[in-house]
């Protein structure tokens, strides 16, 4: 599976970014999607995901309610909107894909993710 991250930049504090996972051909139409972030000097924490069948999706505390997960398999792409964004929200943002089996509590963790793309920067100014 190869996974591209993009649509990050540089933004002001309540400004709204939509970040593209792409895959290559057919790569991850068939498995779960997940973001994960990863700020200097922490380690890299789950923002959402969503699941390849029924579509259930899942959220950190910290960004519930603010970011919306979306996918297209039709186009082998997933979507990562964020609004009201944060300079907590500071970090690179990796997409990543989990086989459909993935129970739900794994789900939130990034040992379930087997494929990660490249991430894309995600800067809040305050």
């Known amino acids: 599976v190869q996974l591209q991250a993009s649509g990050g930049g540089l933004v002001q504090a309540g400004d709204s970014l939509r970040l593209t996972c792409a895959g290559s051909e057919g790569s991850f139409s068939a498995y779960n999607l997940g973001w994960f972030r990863q700020a200097p000097g922490k380690e890299r924490e789950f923002v959402a995901a969503?699941?390849?069948?029924?579509?259930?999706?899942y959220y950190s505390d910290s960004v519930k309610g603010r970011f919306t997960i979306s996918r297209d398999v039709t186009k082998d792409t997933g979507y990562l909107q964020m609004n009201s964004l944060k300079p907590e929200d500071t970090a690179v943002y990796y997409c990543?894909?989990?086989?459909?089996?993935?129970?739900?509590?794994?789900?939130?963790?990034?040992?379930?993710?087997?494929?990660w793309g490249q991430g894309t920067q995600v800067t809040v100014s305050s």
């Open positions: 969503i699941r390849r069948r029924g579509g259930t999706i």
């Open positions: 990543a894909t989990s086989p459909q089996s993935t129970i739900t509590s794994s789900m939130y963790s990034a040992r379930a993710y087997n494929s």
